[in-house]
């Protein structure tokens, strides 16, 4: 196990009551100049393991991939990825940049424009026994009449941005053994209750059992609260749902098969060295700067308000978005990364700073070795948009 020395400097501006929320985790030793925090050190690489997929003959098509994330999960799971599809020039190049991937035939294109017939060739290469869709596509619009219903309106959707309809189209022609969609939470809001009636109703009329299940990344192995739900479908029954491993005391309680959620620090603490400083985490001098060095780590713009017991309050409690100047907690998950976050929008690094780019990856769980193509604010839109890759084979 190793320590982190938390600087007290970064903590130098925070008014009581509220630094006490922070240092009573922490064992406080007065006389130095740090909190020390044990951590362990988490992380993986795939860039050199490419041929334990190499043979498997369950494989995966990818769809919506992004930088990734869902298919290099399937291939930790076992499941080689023969194909990934993105719209996304840098996204498809990111994946294109990394040696686990070298086996994948990689299409820069919109799915609009693939057809079964452009996989014939790929499938017939590889063979596989068992085939699984794996994508995230994007969720509006939805219709109030049966929007993936019918034949003719799954097929032939005029509206740019009916992926589901898409995604379900290829599933028709491809007729995989199973697939995977995933989405934000917000799909099973109440007012969305007719359209996912009519997508599970089109997934029956594929002809494939499904379960719908919701997800929170920190009850399995992710570093982050992260809420999506996930769409599982199969030719043959499923048995059950994904059983979570991860969980709070009082379920590793009842439930001794539970791990506790992973701290973020064990993530990223190693990035906290000056080898890997971005001048774009600065905020010296910026609007909320002096705001974000009074807030202790794991609190949001609550903590500079009258209802926290602040002597000076600055702002009014639910005034703002709650991850408004949002800092991570070394000792508990990250919240949601984001794809493109406001300028005073978290999670922020507890050293009042942002997210540096490794930071960030890691808490979406991508492999230490894994490389990104395009500008930080690209990259910083893949990283977020991303369903975190996981790590299948976590140290003890």
Same mark, same amino acid.
């Given at each position: 196990?190793?320590?982190?020395?938390?600087?007290?400097?970064?903590?130098?501006?925070?008014?009581?009551?509220?630094?006490?929320?922070?240092?009573?985790?922490?064992?406080?030793?007065?006389?130095?100049?740090?909190?020390?925090? #044990?951590?362990?050190?988490?992380?993986?690489?795939?860039?050199?393991?490419?041929?334990?997929?190499?043979?498997?003959?369950?494989?995966?098509?990818?769809?919506?991939?992004?930088?990734?994330?869902?298919?290099?999960?399937?291939?930790?799971?076992?499941?080689?990825?023969?194909?990934?599809?993105?719209?996304?020039?840098?996204?498809?190049?990111?994946?294109?940049?990394?040696?686990?991937?070298?086996?994948?035939?990689?299409?820069?294109?919109?799915?609009?424009?693939?057809?079964?017939?452009?996989?014939?060739?790929?499938? #017939?290469?590889?063979?596989?026994? #068992?085939?699984?869709?794996?994508?995230?596509?994007?969720?509006?619009?939805?219709?109030?009449?049966?929007?993936?219903?019918?034949?003719?309106?799954?097929?032939?959707?005029?509206?740019?941005?009916?992926?589901?309809?898409?995604?379900?189209?290829?599933?028709?022609?491809?007729?995989?053994?199973?697939?995977?969609?995933?989405?934000?939470?917000?799909?099973?809001?109440?007012?969305?209750?007719?359209?996912?009636?009519?997508?599970?109703?089109?997934?029956?009329?594929?002809?494939?059992?499904?379960?719908?299940?919701?997800?929170?990344?920190?009850?399995?192995?992710?570093?982050?609260?992260?809420?999506?739900?996930?769409?599982?479908?199969?030719?043959?029954?499923?048995?059950?749902?994904?059983?979570?491993?991860?969980?709070?005391?009082?379920?590793?309680?009842?439930?001794?098969?539970?791990?506790?959620?992973?701290?973020?620090?064990?993530?990223?603490?190693?990035?906290?060295?000056?080898?890997?400083?971005?001048?774009?985490?600065?905020?010296?001098? #910026?609007?909320?700067?002096?705001?974000?060095?009074?807030?202790?780590?794991?609190?949001?713009?609550?903590?500079?308000?009258?209802?926290?017991?602040?002597?000076?309050?600055?702002?009014?409690?639910?005034?703002?978005?709650?991850?408004?100047?949002?800092?991570?907690?070394?000792?508990?998950?990250?919240?949601?990364?984001?794809?493109?976050?406001?300028?005073?929008?978290?999670?922020?690094?507890?050293?009042?700073?942002?997210?540096?780019?490794?930071?960030?990856?890691?808490?979406?769980?991508?492999?230490?070795?894994?490389?990104?193509?395009?500008?930080?604010?690209?990259?910083?839109?893949?990283?977020?948009?991303?369903?975190?890759?996981?790590?299948?084979?976590?140290?003890?």
């Amino acid at each position: 196990m190793l320590q982190y020395k938390f600087p007290k400097e970064s903590l130098m501006l925070v008014e009581e009551p509220q630094i006490r929320l922070f240092e009573d985790d922490f064992i406080i030793h007065q006389k130095k100049e740090f909190i020390g925090i #044990k951590y362990n050190q988490r992380g993986y690489t795939v860039n050199d393991k490419i041929e334990e997929i190499i043979g498997s003959k369950i494989q995966t098509i990818g769809f919506f991939s992004g930088a990734g994330g869902l298919d290099i999960g399937s291939q930790l799971a076992g499941s080689k990825v023969i194909s990934s599809l993105d719209f996304d020039r840098d996204s498809v190049a990111t994946m294109k940049a990394n040696k686990y991937f070298a086996h994948t035939q990689h299409f820069h294109r919109d799915i609009k424009e693939m057809f079964a017939s452009d996989y014939a060739k790929i499938i #017939k290469e590889n063979k596989p026994e #068992k085939l699984i869709l794996v994508g995230g596509p994007p969720c509006q619009p939805f219709s109030k009449a049966g929007y993936w219903v019918t034949h003719k309106n799954r097929l032939g959707s005029e509206d740019p941005r009916n992926m589901i309809g898409q995604y379900l189209r290829i599933v028709e022609e491809l007729k995989p053994d199973g697939f995977l969609l995933e989405n934000v939470e917000s799909l099973m809001h109440p007012k969305n209750v007719n359209a996912v009636s009519d997508l599970t109703e089109a997934i029956d009329k594929l002809g494939y059992k499904l379960i719908v299940y919701r997800a929170n990344a920190q009850d399995f192995g992710v570093p982050q609260k992260r809420k999506r739900v996930f769409f599982i479908a199969s030719k043959k029954g499923i048995i059950g749902n994904p059983i979570k491993t991860h969980g709070e005391e009082i379920e590793i309680m009842m439930n001794n098969n539970l791990l506790p959620y992973e701290n973020v620090i064990d993530w990223i603490g190693k990035f906290d060295n000056d080898k890997y400083f971005e001048p774009e985490e600065l905020t010296t001098g #910026k609007t909320y700067d002096e705001a974000l060095k009074q807030i202790p780590p794991g609190q949001n713009y609550f903590a500079l308000s009258e209802r926290s017991g602040h002597p000076n309050p600055q702002f009014l409690a639910n005034k703002r978005f709650w991850n408004f100047l949002l800092k991570l907690h070394p000792n508990k998950p990250s919240w949601t990364i984001a794809a493109q976050p406001g300028p005073w929008v978290g999670p922020f690094h507890w050293n009042n700073r942002r997210l540096r780019v490794p930071e960030s990856a890691a808490i979406q769980t991508f492999p230490e070795d894994y490389h990104f193509v395009g500008t930080r604010r690209s990259v910083q839109k893949q990283i977020g948009n991303a369903v975190p890759a996981n790590n299948f084979k976590l140290p003890a």
